[in-house]
Structures are given as structure tokens and as C-alpha cells.
């Protein structure tokens, strides 16, 4: 089997399209299609099947793909015990984190690196079931979800806890909560509040709130923005569910946090990365780095 034919194969599992396989190749859908076909021809069983108009990977092209994994993983490592003989590496890190994790964690780990190996930093806040995607793109993703949310697709990816985040409410400084040393669910009653956009992974604390209220809250606003957020709720506007460590220098000029009382939410955040990509030096100095400011940053 053709390893170049293979890869195609594993990032139209990761991509879900033989056109975003193309885009991502720079090279024609028609391209991609003739090797994935020769690649069938090859292989006795069923890899793709049609599913509406796209094209999407068996069981056994499921099987596969995780099986070029593992491909993927030992050319790199081969192509790394040649490039640690290299002075240099000119190919940056490919990093990318959510907005939150950005903010908390980009700064610090540029100071941790040093002339450690380059990175290219990027912002990329997702809906939850998209975050494994986006290591067809980046060598390390820094994701969250909820510690009651589906794992990640562990078989095709390396999982590294980072930190769990407590979760705390935002309230204005002047609310009559705000005084308090924590908040119970029911004193959370009628409040109106600020949720994350459908499908990220904080939009599901409220349906758990609301379970332990015993009513729905009432969202009045959208945001998935932390900072505008706290905002909104230095203005009276609203009460939210934020992240204790990464929200905690936007606990100022009229907003703080408070726990929540016997409702130890939390969110996991964890790195993701393609086994081939950890297999390179440099990208595991990078993850190091991560853990290094990961310890630095959350609170004793």
C-alpha cells in the first residue's frame, strides 16, 4: 500500500470531504478521488461508501485509517532521527487554543521557549466535535469540554490532560451574590444570563444549572468571547458560567467569580495531536513548554 494513498485516506476521515482533502493538498478533487480509488483496488473490502453526496470511510476504512496512523507516525519518526542531526528546523509548531487558553497560555509560552523551537500561534474556537479536525491543520490543539462530555476519538489521536478549570459564575460587583463567599444553584434562580453559542462545550453547564434549579434559565445573550462577556456582566446585563484560571484577570473593575456551592463543574482542557506529529522533537518540546506554563498558571 502506497503511504501517500494511505494519508489520503486518513485525512478524508479527519476532513469528512474529498473537496476539503483537495483544498488541503492544494490539488485537484479529481486527484484526490483517482488515488483513493487505486487505493480501493487494492483492498477486498469496501473503504468509502456515499452518504448524500459525500464520501465517507467505512469500518473497515475506518480500520485503516488508523492503521495509516500508525504509518504516518513511524516515517515521522524516521524523518525526525535524520532531522535531529539538522542545526536548524525551519518549520514552525503549528499551535492553535481557544480564545480563553489563547489568552492565558500564548504569552507564557513564548517566554518558556526561548530560542526553543518557532511557533505559529493561532486562535481557533470551535463547536466541541470539531476540535479533533483541527489537527489535520495544527501539530498541537488546545481543546476543552466538559468532564460529562464524549472523550476525544482517542484512536486516532494522542490525548495530554493540561489542567482541569473549575467553573465559576460571573457576577456584577454590585449584585447581592457578589458578597457572598460562593453561590448555591437555587439562589441562581430568575437570573438572566450569558451562554456560549449552541454546541461549545460551556453551553452545556446551563442545562446542567437549570436541572439543579429546577427551571430552564433564561439566556438572554450569546458570547462566546470571555472578555465581552465580562463586559456585558460589569454592566448589569446578565450573570455566566467562566472558567476560574483563565477568567481570573477579568474578575476587576466590577465584575467577580464565585464558586458554586455542591456543583463542582469543570471543564478539562487537553492538547490533541496526530501521533505523527508528536513523533517530532520539536513539537514535543513545544508540549513540554505547555505543561510547564499549564502548572505555572493554575492557581495552588
Do not use: C
Amino acid at each position: 500500500m502506497d503511504p501517500a494513498r494511505l494519508r489520503l485516506l486518513r485525512e478524508l476521515g479527519d476532513r469528512g470531504s474529498v473537496a476539503a482533502v483537495a483544498a488541503s493538498m492544494h490539488v485537484s478533487a479529481s486527484a484526490v478521488s483517482q488515488q483513493l480509488a487505486a487505493l480501493q483496488a487494492g483492498v477486498p473490502v469496501p473503504l468509502t461508501v456515499k452518504q448524500g453526496r459525500r464520501l465517507v470511510l467505512t469500518e473497515a476504512g475506518e480500520a485503516l485509517a488508523i492503521a495509516a496512523t500508525r504509518v504516518e507516525q513511524a516515517l515521522a519518526e524516521a524523518q525526525d532521527a535524520v532531522g535531529s542531526f539538522l542545526v536548524h528546523d525551519e518549520r514552525p509548531v503549528r499551535v492553535s487554543a481557544f480564545h480563553s487558553a489563547g489568552l492565558t497560555l500564548f504569552a507564557p509560552l513564548l517566554a518558556e521557549l526561548g530560542d526553543g523551537p518557532r511557533v505559529s500561534l493561532a486562535d481557533a474556537d470551535v463547536a466541541q466535535d470539531k476540535f479533533a479536525g483541527l489537527t489535520a491543520d495544527y501539530d498541537l490543539v488546545i481543546a476543552h469540554r466538559l468532564a460529562h462530555d464524549p472523550e476525544w476519538p482517542v484512536r486516532r489521536l494522542v490525548v495530554m490532560p493540561l489542567l482541569v478549570e473549575p467553573l465559576d459564575i460571573a457576577l456584577p460587583a454590585t449584585h447581592p451574590l457578589a458578597a457572598s463567599e460562593a453561590v448555591r444553584p437555587e439562589q441562581l434562580r430568575d437570573e438572566r444570563w450569558i451562554s456560549t453559542h449552541e454546541g461549545f462545550p460551556l453551553a452545556g453547564v446551563l442545562t446542567h444549572l437549570g436541572a439543579l434549579i429546577g427551571q430552564s434559565p433564561r439566556i438572554d445573550h450569546r458570547i462566546n468571547e470571555f472578555s465581552v462577556a465580562a463586559q456585558v456582566v460589569r454592566a448589569g446585563g446578565a450573570v455566566a458560567v467562566m472558567p476560574r484560571t483563565t477568567a481570573a484577570p477579568l474578575a476587576v473593575d466590577g465584575m467577580v467569580l464565585r464558586p458554586i456551592v455542591g456543583a463542582p463543574f469543570a471543564r478539562h482542557v487537553d492538547v490533541l495531536a496526530r501521533p505523527d506529529a508528536v513523533a517530532h522533537a520539536p513539537v514535543r518540546r513545544v508540549l513540554e513548554a505547555l505543561r510547564q506554563v499549564a502548572v505555572a498558571v493554575t492557581p495552588r
